[in-house]
Nanobody, 116 residues
Framework: QVQLVESGGGLVQAGGSLRLSCEASGSTLTINVMGWYRQAPGKQRELVAT???????NYADSAKGRFTISRDNAKNTVYLQMNSLKPEDTAVYYC??????????WGKGTLVTVSS
């Protein structure tokens, strides 16, 4: 019912910045929370940041002060601005959407590689 497409990943050097985008389509009016998760090589998927329609934000400790999540409900898009990137930020970043019934939808992911 909801499709998510991420973009904006790539290769950057430590200290650089990237801006990820995720556009939702389908039953977008059913979406409440949107967010970003990541999975590094050999590690489990972890939360990066989330934001519901109310506008509040939630960040992992590793992202606080460096990453900013935002969304444009009119465009059905959520963004993740990533600054001061570190090699440990290297991961596949997945967009997530959760509807009012708490069903989850996932994008295919976009790879972020940070070189030292």
């Amino acid at each position: 019912q909801v499709q998510l497409v991420e973009s904006g990943g790539g290769l950057v050097q430590a200290g650089g910045s990237l801006r990820l985008s995720c556009e939702a389509s389908g039953s977008t009016l059913t979406i409440n929370v949107m967010g970003w998760y990541r999975q590094a090589p050999g590690k489990q998927r972890e939360l990066v940041a989330t934001t519901p329609r109310s506008g509040s934000t939630n960040y992992a400790d590793s992202a606080k002060g460096r990453f900013t999540i935002s969304r444009d409900n009119a465009k059905n898009t959520v963004y993740l601005q990533m600054n001061s990137l570190k090699p440990e930020d290297t991961a596949v970043y997945y967009c997530n959407a959760r509807n009012w019934n708490r069903a989850d939808y996932w994008g295919k992911g976009t790879l972020v590689t940070v070189s030292s």
